[in-house]
């Protein structure tokens, strides 16, 4: 071998022309959790964002959920309940509000904001319609990441908090109603259904949506005759296919719906108005030709209510008459079986909070995920809501842009 082929730079190991081991991109790096579960102090709100199976689960797979005392009693879970599946349970409201992630059903008030930390996650509802600048701004102030539920969407395009709360609000409707028929609340002693030998109660339903449809199902497993009224003639055709059997439904027509009224035994309006609201399907004088100690419930109410005459109450005063019609107008009408949708809203928070561990923080997942993003108003104390911008006039950008940004 020439001599000037030892200072080669290229030299064979023993290993070197033997199979190699494959070096894969490294994986995500799975995040822990620290999520606080506040105790809700807005009136009449007796949801709680997580279960305490939920909390088990999470706390099994290496997460810290803190929770104020009290904070499930309303939904009748104990301190006790939590503790025992693993929750660390809190007097002190200020340490559930520096957790890095905070899970809340009502918005928090101003002076909760204040404990919030500098850069964490907030999850809850918000009617911003009934907030102030104030609270957004102080949001934004804080660099929160605030994330409202409603606007969750899933992988099927559909929002699964709103549909849940419908499902509930739908069926509880028809509950409510066949209370205040009976004699319970001095109702004219009717029974919401039907028997051999009596014709049955009517119902008529104002909207084709998720909680019509529960409504619907609810007063049909009772007996009861029911009608349906909305717009969208494309919505009634699925409501009559989710159902499975002919109904009576109807397009909305003022003359038709007053034709319908006069017979009419109970009024559900269930009719979604999403920004557009409120938009009175039932004017007052339509109430008025109504029989006497029929019954309206609107479940429109939390955006304006689509009935005239609602006016809206709380549980401690819930119902009132009004041209000798019984009306039931409460907001947050899921909260009235708090244990329930508390399960229904566990079921959607629990799988989501796995997500964001799984993809490594919120930060990651709203990179991937766009439901997730979509319910996203305030990212990093950027407001991205075009909607609440245009509200309170503060200015807004695109949550698209800024991932692709960050």
């Known amino acids: ?58 706390v099994s797979n290496g997460h810290e959920i803190i929770i104020e005392s009290g904070a499930g009693a309303n939904a009748n879970y104990t301190d006790k309940d939590y503790s025992e599946c693993g929750g660390l349970i809190v007097t002190n409201k200020s340490d559930v509000f520096r957790c890095d992630i905070v899970l809340k059903i009502a918005p928090p008030a101003i002076e909760e904001i204040d404990m919030l930390k500098s850069g964490s996650v907030l999850i809850s509802s918000l009617p911003f319609q009934i907030q102030s600048d104030e609270y957004i701004r102080k949001l934004i102030h804080k660099k929160i990441t605030a994330i409202s539920f409603e606007g969750l ?50 119902v008529i339903i104002l909207g084709a949506g998720t909680a019509a449809e529960y409504a619907a199902r609810a007063a049909l497993g009772l007996g009861a005759f029911i009608k349906v009224f909305d717009h969208s003639i494309s919505k009634l055709k699925r409501l009559q296919l989710n159902l499975s059997r002919q109904l009576f439904t109807s397009v909305f027509h003022k003359r038709v719906v007053e034709k319908h009224l006069k017979s009419a035994d109970v009024v559900i309006g269930a009719m979604h108005l999403g920004d557009k609201g409120p938009q009175f399907l039932i004017t007052e004088e339509m109430v008025k030709i109504m029989k006497k100690g029929s019954v ?97 006039g503060i200015p807004s950008k695109d949550i698209d842009l800024l991932m692709a940004a960050f």
């Open 296 to 392: 309206i419930i609107d479940i429109s109410i939390d955006q304006g209510g689509c009935i005239e005459t609602s006016e809206c109450m709380n549980y401690s005063n819930p119902s009132y008459i009004k041209h000798g019609v019984i009306h039931y107008s409460v907001p947050n009408i899921a909260s009235r079986v708090a244990r329930t949708a508390s399960i229904a809203l566990s079921n959607v928070f629990n799988p989501l909070l796995f997500s964001i561990a799984e993809a490594g923080g919120v930060q990651k997942l709203l990179k991937e995920d766009i439901g997730f993003r979509h319910g996203v108003y305030i990212y990093n104390g950027i407001l991205t809501s075009s909607s609440i911008g245009n509200y309170f």
């Open 153 to 202: 969407k899933d992988k099927d395009n559909c929002y699964p908090v709103l549909r849940s709360m419908s499902e509930i609000a739908g069926t509880t409707s028809i509950l409510i109603a066949a209370e205040y028929l009976s004699n319970v609340h001095d109702g004219k002693g009717v029974l919401l259904g039907g028997v051999t030998g009596i014709t049955p109660t009517e």
């Open 1 to 58: 071998m020439p001599e000037n082929n030892k200072s080669s730079h290229y030299t064979l190991g023993k290993t070197s022309l033997m199979p190699q081991e494959e070096k894969l991109e490294t994986g995500k790096k799975r995040e822990k959790l620290v999520v606080g579960i506040p105790k809700e102090n807005r009136e009449y709100e007796s949801r709680v964002g997580l279960t305490p199976e939920a909390v088990e689960l999470l």
